[in-house]
């Protein structure tokens, strides 16, 4: 095996540079949001008369890094309002900020408004401005932006708006099953400053696009999948009993079964075309540190598959697994200058628990060993 190996790392590095695939980009775009903060969020567009309005997104990530909305917040009193313009009121932001971080334990990771006729469901040039001084700004990986439109008042084609491709379908066509998510029903309760609208409830189809902003590549919006939690969130739920901000508290709905999304479809991930990750690998790259782990590549060749960690500020640890047999490491070597460099073997240094030592492990204690002997001589594999 150990000369299996050696004769993988004389020559997979020309692989590496072709063929590499980051372990962040395996993950499944999604943002979840709970049904009754969906509900909230284009109860308060469609209330809007005519005029943009917008609101942000509060909630907390999950251990694989997907954000899920608990509270939408509404327009601030002194928000701007128009027809192709919408401002929000800092100060009013600033307050709920305040308290939905300080006292309800929840962070700022989406924004939303609505697109009013003659307006796309895409991020205008505004959109993407906003968004990516917010990513910049304050230093977040991933943030969310929904654009919320109803169907008599956007610009997109009758195509665009009711492709089945785009995950949405016609409100007159029969129900697809689970491809979309049409709602769960439901009856539709007016909120406390909803009156008479010109436009029938009845007839208003809204449809809501998500994107993502990453901060590698902030101006670039990412089309993403909804994930619909069903129910009230609890942090709803406690504003609603306590709450020294009214706007909080206030509750505009809109029915379910009347909102298009692009629903997430677990069945149809497909993390790899070409690389098949170790399941129990895969989600111990996930647990590493954001910056090591958003910067992890793996490669096949010969039968193994090598996982490659950068260890700040120079080195490189390449993890070897036979694929035949899953989660066992066959291999650890490192790499202080270059990838493509020599390589030193570090294997029973750093399988403190045998074969089936987790990476976050192997990682500790391969940092530990190049921070030890960095100024020592090595017997590199050449």
């Given amino acids: 095996m150990k000369a299996q190996i050696g004769h993988f790392f004389k020559n997979v590095f020309s692989f590496f540079e072709q063929r590499v695939v980051q372990v962040c980009e395996w993950l499944p775009i999604y943002v979840g949001i709970f049904s009754g903060e969906l509900r909230q969020m284009v109860g308060q567009c469609f209330e809007s008369g005519g005029n943009e309005t917008g609101g942000e997104g509060y909630g907390l990530n999950t251990h694989a890094g997907r954000a899920v909305?608990?509270?939408?917040?509404?327009?601030?009193?002194?928000?701007?309002?128009?027809?192709?313009?919408?401002?929000?009121?800092?100060?009013?932001?600033?307050?709920?900020?305040?308290?939905?971080?300080?006292?309800?334990?929840?962070?700022?990771?989406?924004?939303?408004?609505?697109?009013?006729?003659?307006c796309s469901g895409s991020p205008s040039g505004l959109d993407r401005?906003?968004?990516?001084?917010?990513?910049?700004?304050?230093?977040?990986?991933?943030?969310?932006?929904?654009?919320?439109t109803f169907?008599?008042?956007?610009?997109?084609?009758p195509d665009q708006n009711l492709s089945p491709r785009l995950g949405y379908e016609s409100p007159t066509s029969k129900p697809s099953g689970n491809r979309f998510y049409n709602g769960l029903g439901g009856q539709h309760r007016r909120g406390p400053r909803q009156g008479k609208t010109a436009r029938s409830e009845t007839d208003v189809i809204a449809y809501v696009n998500a994107y993502m902003y990453s901060n590698r590549e902030p101006r670039r919006p990412i089309p993403c999948p909804i994930r619909?939690?069903?129910?009230?969130?609890p942090i709803r739920e406690a504003i609603a009993?306590?709450?020294p901000i009214p706007e909080l508290r206030q509750r505009i709905d809109f029915p379910l079964q009347r909102i298009r999304f692009k629903a997430y479809e677990p069945e149809s991930e497909n993390r790899s075309p070409t690389i098949s990750l170790p399941h129990r690998t895969y989600t111990h790259c996930l647990k590493l540190p954001e910056h090591i782990r958003d910067n992890i590549t793996v490669a096949t060749r010969d039968g193994l598959l090598v996982v490659s960690v950068p260890i700040p500020p120079k080195g490189m640890m390449f993890v070897v697994y036979d694929l035949r047999t899953v989660n066992r490491v066959k291999a650890?070597?490192?790499?202080?200058?270059?990838?493509c460099g020599a390589h030193v073997d570090i294997t029973e240094k750093v399988l403190r628990h045998g074969v089936y030592t987790n990476l976050s492990t192997i990682y500790e204690k391969?940092?530990?060993?190049l921070g030890r002997t960095k100024s020592y001589g090595h017997k590199w594999i050449a």
């Fill in 69 to 118: 909305i608990l509270f939408v917040t509404p327009a601030g009193p002194k928000a701007i309002h128009k027809p192709l313009f919408f401002q929000q009121d800092i100060a009013f932001a600033n307050l709920n900020n305040a308290y939905l971080t300080g006292k309800m334990g929840i962070q700022i990771n989406s924004t939303f408004h609505l697109h009013t006729a003659g």
């Fill in 129 to 148: 401005d906003s968004s990516h001084e917010v990513v910049s700004r304050k230093a977040i990986a991933q943030f969310y932006q929904f654009i919320v």
């Fill in 151 to 157: 169907e008599n008042g956007s610009s997109l084609s």
């Fill in 228 to 233: 619909v939690i069903p129910g009230i969130s």
């Fill in 241 to 243: 009993r306590s709450c």
């Fill in 332 to 339: 650890v070597y490192v790499s202080e200058d270059h990838p």
């Fill in 366 to 369: 391969g940092s530990e060993y």
